[in-house]
């Protein structure tokens, strides 16, 4: 991924992410999203479980979510994850879920880094703060 991207994860919708009319359940929208901000910090070269040996961990502040339209078993998604804000301790993305052209689903969603030992606030690693910061997106 290069300076100003956003980034997109490509995922099938399975069985398991649906109720049983064949419809994603609403929550697995979040989870579609975490994992797109997962493999977004993997491209920065970072990793989770990295990070908490270190004594760092990310957790979800808050979210907006807006459910547009459903998604259903076997279609093809694209997650999006956009930084549009990356600060000392917080970071803001935007997160859309697509079918195609379809915007399914969006979000705000408010990441805080806090210490893995004891969940209290936690300035991001420079390095790491650095390359989110090359990487925040004002507009889209």
């Not at 907006?64 to 000392?88: C, E, H, N, Q």
Request: glycine residues 4%; hydrophobic residues 45%.
């Amino acid at each position: 991924m290069t300076k100003n991207q956003e980034f997109t994860l490509p995922l099938r919708v399975y069985i398991e992410d649906t109720d049983a009319g064949g419809i994603v359940y609403y929550v697995n929208y979040l989870k579609f999203m975490e994992r797109a901000r997962t493999e977004f910090l993997r491209t920065l070269g970072y990793q989770h479980y990295g990070l908490a040996e270190e004594d760092f961990q990310f957790v979800v502040h808050s979210c907006a979510v807006r459910y547009l339209k459903p998604a259903r078993i076997d279609d093809a998604l694209s997650v999006t994850a956009r930084l549009s804000k990356a600060g000392r301790v917080a970071l803001d993305f935007v997160q859309q879920v697509w079918r195609g052209e379809e915007l399914l689903c969006e979000a705000q969603v408010k990441v805080a880094c806090v210490r893995a030992s004891d969940m209290r606030p936690r300035g991001l690693p420079a390095p790491l703060q650095a390359a989110m910061q090359a990487q925040v997106i004002r507009h889209a």
